[in-house]
């Protein structure tokens, strides 16, 4: 990822085809070590291709990627010219502070 990253700043920096050794320099500019064997591999993979459509058929395969969850969004209720705004204030009342956990609940301590 730090390769990838490097190159990307290469190229952000107006280097349109970083070399090897341009990738080194920036990886060690900030203390990284710099692998050979990815920095070549990046390197093949990208090698005439324009970062701009490598990056946007990226996007298309990560869109087909399922991202788990299922949660759907809900929003919240809101108050209309704030006539619900002392009903509010009386939910937050009626919250009733959860007691802590306690080692003596439990019956032993994790760290005996």
């Known amino acids: 990822m730090k390769v990838v990253a490097a190159y990307l700043l290469a ?9 090897a050794g341009d990738l080194k320099n920036i990886l060690g ?17 990208v090698k005439g291709k324009d970062i701009t459509e490598l990056i946007a058929s990226g996007r298309e395969k990560l869109a087909s990627v399922p991202s788990g969850g299922g949660a759907v969004a809900v929003s919240a209720p809101t108050a209309a010219a704030g006539g619900d705004a ?7 009342e009626e919250k009733v ?6 080692d003596d609940d439990m019956g032993f301590s994790l760290f005996d």
């Open 11 to 19: 190229v952000l920096g107006g280097n349109s085809s970083p070399s």
């Open 29 to 45: 500019s900030v203390g990284a070590e710099a692998d050979d064997d990815r920095i070549e591999l990046l390197l093949s993979e």
């Open 86 to 92: 002392p009903a509010a204030e009386a939910k937050k």
């Open 97 to 102: 502070e959860e007691k802590e956990e306690s």
